[in-house]
């Protein structure tokens, strides 16, 4: 499964029954912005992704999107401008990291462990 693949599966489950050509704006801005950091990360990180803790690391993004949603609103009080309205939006948004955070766990307890790299396997010998 490619990413494209991946993507389009999440697509037709978002938008069921949609012409490509009729898909949010957001939407579409959200999927480029996917793809084009996979390919930015492919390029810097190769395959490091099959020797990672992918989800764990997912884990500590959705709890660094919803801190960056509350630091939004303190930069808005800072500033002079509407704070709840910027707080119910960053509310919104830490609800969906909450929710990603929470099925990314599930999500790790079904990947299969990594292998113990040899400076781990040392250290807990």
Avoid: C
């Avoid at 898909?23 to 190769?46: K, M, N, S, V, Y």
């Avoid at 099959?50 to 509350?70: F, S, V």
């Amino acid at each position: 499964m490619t990413l494209s693949d991946f993507f389009d599966r999440l697509e037709d489950a978002l938008f069921p029954n949609q012409r490509r050509d009729r898909l949010p704006a957001d939407w579409i801005a959200f999927r480029r912005q996917a793809e084009d950091r996979e390919i930015q990360g492919r390029d810097r990180f190769g395959d490091e992704y099959l020797t990672r803790d992918n989800a764990g690391e997912g884990l500590e993004e959705a709890a660094d999107g919803a801190n960056y949603g509350y630091f939004d609103v303190l930069r808005t009080d800072a500033e002079g401008g509407d704070v709840d309205e910027a707080l119910q939006l960053a509310l919104i948004a830490a609800h969906h990291f909450y929710e990603g955070h929470r099925t990314l766990h599930a999500l790790r307890a079904k990947t299969p462990p990594l292998p113990i790299s040899e400076p781990e396997a040392e250290i807990s010998t």
